[in-house]
């Protein structure tokens, strides 16, 4: 079993930053891809950025390439998604995932956090 712990969410202007954490418990951390998504209020769950279980790879839609930066540390069990330039559009509650693949389909992961709220005021 893991678990994953998200945290610093928050409230931020527009054209601002945040830095959001993925705590993961248990030994198979290392081994497995991660992914961040995030859902608005009414809209589906959307991709925002995958990593790989070595940190070699990542990806990102379109939406927020250039913006975003997702990174792990696996000594810390922990991944980060730096947001930077943000934007209104970009509220939403954002959750990291656990799965052997870092692919933009939410039903590949196997394990989510409870997600942390992000609010990007204009």
């Known amino acids: 079993q893991v678990q994953l712990v998200e945290s610093g969410g928050g409230l931020v202007q527009a054209g601002g930053s945040l830095r959001l954490s993925c705590a993961a418990s248990g030994r198979t951390f290392s081994s497995y891809a991660m992914g961040w998504f995030r859902q608005a209020p009414g809209k589906d769950r959307e991709f925002v950025a995958g990593i790989s279980w070595s940190g070699s790879s990542t990806n990102y839609p379109d939406s927020v390439k250039g913006r975003f930066t997702i990174s792990r540390d696996n000594a810390k069990n922990t991944v980060y998604l730096q947001m930077n330039s943000l934007k209104p559009e970009d509220t939403a509650v954002y959750y990291c995932?656990?799965?052997?693949?870092?692919?933009?389909?939410?039903?590949?992961?196997?394990?989510w956090g409870q997600g942390t709220q992000v609010t990007v005021s204009s």
């Open positions: 995932a656990l799965g052997p693949r870092a692919t933009l389909y939410s039903s590949h992961y196997l394990y």
